[in-house]
């Protein structure tokens, strides 16, 4: 692919001091070299969430014609178990927590990417390309103290995105409403809106004190501010007009991205879909409700499903679907109770959003991080399974590369070959991190420093990996991480002890014994 793509570089060049040598037809082939790339990233969808990664109960069948037509990843990762930093390192190319300011962000947070950093938009735009945010930002707005009644920047039009039609952090924070390119859509200028997240205003009701107005009850956190009968995190006022409706954000988002496409089609973009689902509150549009018999969760799954299916179909109905690299993966990985009643212990049944995998969302084990990842690319990707070690961090370098472009993120690899499916080598080494503890894979073994803290988040339920011990894993072999080899294997733990420090610094695991994490 290298060589290909470099020669196109080579012949562009030489296309414009030969001039007349060089025929149309020839020239006009140059430019569809430079496939649109869109990312499709969902927002907590687990390993296990989709049928193509083995899930018997739950089917999502146009996720599954993606992973089967093109190239599953079984080792494919998100570089955090969070959402903020897990898009900061996709979007930056570099590690999160070399940034100490990357944990799940309010509403009101500063935008976490400087303006002047590299990032994968501004790579892609570099080269020619459009580029587009649709969905759930989630990496800060502004600079401190933002008046949302005005354009709010810097934000991702500032930091690569042409076009940003978005909310600004989770669907259970305020602002409950969208942006686009840095102004709240349908705002009503007589019924200004404001947002906190410290206190209350006056007379606005919230779901700590006015448990009867709820919908959705809340089972902790998520007691501000009530929208849609949903109480969130945070407190808003006014700005009723432009309020979202939980209902029809998947349909929102979607025609935003339909929209895109449909008008950018003419020259190369890079789209980033970033759909919401499924984060809570799980609030599926009526057509979805009871369709997975599993309860809210379940229905939101095959409504990002649906939507999936609905953009490839326009993709493919604009004629550009062969010329369009799809990726699709997830954030961070699954949770259940993340804060409301909505049935999705209880609905269960034999679902395992994790697959195989141990912990979840916010965990150092496997399911935190290790998340679906698929590329797709028709008539380019041949359909593969590979166990290559991919992570989101890459998709920056690699995407560079494809370009001839020599732009490189700081700890995003060139790892294109496996992205394409034609080379099972990914990345040698990766560090992931879960709520700021951080973890080292290094071919098929894992290790996770001792860290403080409550072995089970009660709250989620969810096995966040805290342990006195080291704990040292081959996960080719054990994949459920039930066999800790730290004690019977003492050179492989030196070996990756010291390959920690290489990478991490020698302070950060002396000091990781003390650390006193949530
Ligand atoms: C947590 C929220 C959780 C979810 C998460 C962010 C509470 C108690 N929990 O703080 O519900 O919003 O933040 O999720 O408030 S993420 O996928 O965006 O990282
Ligand atoms: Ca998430």
Redesign the pocket.
Known sequence: MRNKLGKIAFSTAALLSLGACQTKKESKKEEVKKPNVVVICL??LGYGDVSAYGGKVLKTPNIDKLANEGALFTDGYATS??????RYGLLTGRYPWRNKDAK?LPGTAPLLIKTDQMTMPKMFRKNGYQTALVG?W?LGLGTGIVDWNQRVSPGPNEVGFDYAFYMA?????VPTVYLKDGKVEGLDPKDPIYVSYDKNYDGEPTGLNNPEMLMMKWH???NGTIVNGVPR?GFMKGGKAARWNDETMANVFLAQAEDYIKTHKNKPFFLYYALEQP??PRVPNPKFVGKSGLGPRGDVVLEADWAIGQLVNTLDKEGILENTIIVVTS??GP?LN???YDDAVEKLGEHKPWGSLRGG??SLYEAGARVPFITYWKGHIKPVVSDAIVCQVDLMSSFAHMLGSDIIGPDSENILPALLGESKKGRETLITEATSRTLLRQGNWILIPPYQGKAVNE??DIEVGNDNDYQLFNVKEDIGQQHNLASSNPEKLEEMKKLFIELRGEDYLKNVEKLELK
């Not at 952090?169 to 924070?173: F, L």
Request: charged share 25%.
């Open positions: 927002d907590d178990a969070t959402c903020t930093p897990s799940i759930k989630h952090a989770t669907a259970d924070r902790h956190g998520h995190i984060h809570v954030d961070n949770v993340d804060g409301y969302k916010y709250f989620v």
